[in-house]
């Protein structure tokens, strides 16, 4: 009999326990729809594994904690793992660490169609079709360390399409080694491509992002594998919230001094480049200090509760979180040839960018006014360049915003804390 096609689902790291993030000021009209977005999201890749009539669908751990999630996070699984099953769809699922399979409820059992992998050892499973082997899934739920061992993952020489699905830090060297034909992955909340041919290498990130560190979008993978085992792979978006920072500098700032015209060309962009979804967005802005009338707190809040007025309501709204000025490159020059405090002191920050901050020793004076404690000790002795040079960009800006009379206040709430309510 000759080779099948086959047809599944890669997905990972629903994480249904953890709520949306970086979002002070949560606005009213959209909480009930960031609560669902996760939720939403889950609920997506089991609607398309119906619809699309898939052999399986791989879940590559993090689902939930079911003792975070209480007793709505196991239904729901059970839910939809139950309408697979109505329609002989195999769900193959290695836990990760939030979903460690010691947590789950010892009186609930998964439906027969569920393989649920063991973290003590690996397990070589045959997905049939009629009888007729289509698939090996080699699958071990993370056992709490940190790195998937590739070396684990051998299979039998036989026809059918070998896939290996696990959740946590992957090698990609260690992994092209073994005869594999698609790592289904998980661990990683960055939809990624290790391998972009055969051995394909798919790291199916979570749902729906909930961070600015998560930013873009986010989904799954869909599998088609011909009789002859080569493998079309397409990323879908299920994700109905993006989180979005934007950087207005300079230059942008050069072609018109107006920042509302600017921030309207910027959210329509956005709007048409992520279709039908919510939108995020963190601004942040690098402001001619020396001319602009537009950096002050009341300014600053003003243009924030503008954003949100105009841009935050709707089906697809735009929900500006904060608007942040950053340090720019340079200070006027005319600044620091001052015979002022203010001179002298840009004169020793430019020495110490020069030096990439490394002559600043802050833990005697530190010490001197508070104890040190061990969190401080360890700040202090962060040999980062890039962070220390962040923080000697902000202490700058800080300097100058004071001795000039805070024209430029960081510690404004509408730019550190999202501000006001629109």
Not at 167 to 195: E, F, K, M, N, P
Not at 294 to 300: C, K, L
């Amino acid at each position: 009999m000759g080779k099948e096609s086959i047809r599944f689902i890669h997905a990972a790291d629903f994480h249904l326990e953890r709520p949306m993030q970086d979002l002070l000021d949560l606005p009213e009209h959209l909480k009930q729809a960031l609560v669902d977005a996760p939720w939403k999201a889950a609920e997506t890749i089991f609607e398309t594994a119906l619809v699309e009539n898939v052999d399986f669908l791989l879940l590559a751990g993090d689902l939930l904690n079911p003792v975070a999630c209480g007793a709505c996070g196991p239904a729901f699984l059970l839910e939809h793992f139950e309408q697979l099953r109505q329609r002989n769809i195999q769900v193959y699922w290695a836990a990760g660490t939030v979903d460690d399979p010691d947590r789950w409820p010892d009186a609930v059992s998964l439906p027969s169609n569920v393989h649920l992998f063991s973290k003590r050892q690996l397990e070589p499973v045959v997905h049939r079709r009629n009888g007729f082997a289509l698939a090996t899934i080699l699958g071990r739920s993370n056992d709490g360390r940190e790195s998937i061992r590739a070396a684990e993952f051998q299979a039998e020489a036989d026809d059918t399409y070998v896939i290996g699905l696990a959740h946590g830090v992957a090698d990609r060297d260690s992994l092209i080694s073994q005869r594999i034909d698609y790592w289904a992955l998980g661990g990683s909340h960055s939809r990624q491509t290790l391998h972009g041919e055969a051995p394909h290498m798919r790291i199916a990130g979570t749902t729906q992002g909930r961070s600015f560190s998560e930013d873009g979008a986010h989904g799954y993978w869909t599998v088609e594998v011909d009789g002859n085992h080569d493998a079309q792979i397409t990323a879908q978006d299920v994700d109905t919230f993006r989180y979005i920072t934007q950087t207005l500098d300079t230059e942008d700032l050069a072609l018109g001094r107006d920042i509302r015209q600017l921030m309207t060309k910027r959210i329509s962009r956005l709007q048409s480049e992520n279709g039908a979804r919510h939108l995020i967005v963190r601004w942040r802005i690098e402001m001619d200090l020396e001319n602009s009338s537009q950096v002050g707190p009341a300014a600053i809040e003003e243009i924030l509760s503008w954003l949100r007025r105009e841009y935050g309501h709707g089906s697809c709204s735009v929900w500006s979180t904060d608007i942040e000025v950053l340090s720019p490159k340079s200070f006027p020059s005319k600044w620091q040839e001052e015979d002022t405090i203010l001179g002298d002191f840009l004169r020793t920050a430019t020495e110490n960018r020069k030096t990439l901050g490394k002559n600043i020793n802050l833990k005697p004076i530190v010490e001197s006014e508070t104890p040190g404690t061990p969190a401080w000790e360890a700040l202090l002795a962060n040999e980062d360049s890039n962070a220390s040079m962040q923080m000697l960009d902000r202490a700058t800006l800080l300097g100058v915003d004071m001795l000039r009379g805070h024209k430029v206040d960081l510690l404004a709430p509408t730019r550190r804390f999202g501000g006001t309510k629109a």
